[in-house]
């Protein structure tokens, strides 16, 4: 019930195109979502987060979509970018408590071909 | 700047050998956390501290083990009793009680830990 599935796996996406990667949970206690975007060689860093108060949440290229009934989210890249290239992990947790602990899911390989 | 420093980058293991992976932070975060990054499997909590002296197990625990002396660092061994320790390992903070950034992890650049 801690897990938060990510897929898929890896996604290669032609510039300017669409990436979609898609997660899902069970918990229903879960009300912080957020996605990290994690290049080579580097540290995770936030890219953007949602509440399930809202059912989008866009900032520039990036978009979260959430269906609280589906208990699934899902991020949006619009006009891709070979920049974008990178592994993007969703991840989630019940906000609100001393310990942030977020459970994160498997990641995604983007690769986006120019 | 301020941020998460990680050292080293690479680090080889002997079999049979303890390593320390060093984690230090100038956010003045109270929180600290270490994760590990296998392929394909995401990441895994492994220990978290969210005040100085005092730390918690994380979801994979076992064969490692954490200081938590000075609130800017969060020291990890990899010991000897933790069978596969070939991974990347990721050092995080956060300002848990900041409404702004409650669940904000910032991490550092990780650590490539290979066994000889």
């Known amino acids: 019930q801690q897990q938060v599935k990510q897929s898929p796996q890896s996604l290669i996406v032609q510039k300017g195109g669409i990436s979609i990667i898609n997660c899902a949970y069970e918990n229903t206690a879960f009300d912080y979502f957020p996605w990290y975007q994690q290049f080579p060689g580097k540290g995770p860093a936030l890219l953007i987060a949602?509440?399930?108060?809202?059912s989008e949440k866009k900032e520039g290229r990036f978009t979260i979509s959430f269906n609280k009934s589906a208990k699934q989210f899902s991020l949006h890249i619009m006009d891709s970018q070979p920049g974008d290239s990178a592994t993007y992990f969703c991840a989630a947790s019940v906000s609100g408590g001393a310990t942030n602990k977020l459970i994160f899911g498997t990641g995604t390989l983007l690769a986006v071909q120019p | 700047d301020g941020g998460i420093t990680q050292s080293p980058k690479y680090l080889f293991r002997k079999e049979g050998q303890n390593v320390t992976l060093s984690c230090e932070q100038n956010?003045?975060?109270?929180?600290m956390y270490w994760y590990r990054q296998d392929p394909g499997q995401g990441l895994r909590l492994i220990y978290y501290s969210q005040i100085v002296n005092d730390f918690q197990k994380g979801d994979i625990a076992e064969g490692y083990s954490v200081s938590r002396e000075k609130k800017e660092s969060f020291p990890l061994t990899v010991t000897s009793a933790q069978k596969n320790p070939t991974a990347f390992y990721l050092c995080a903070s956060s300002s848990p009680g900041q409404a702004a950034t409650n669940e904000k992890l910032f991490f550092g650049s990780g650590t490539q830990l290979s066994v000889l």
């Open positions: 956010l003045n975060h109270d929180a």
């Open positions: 949602i509440r399930p108060d809202v």
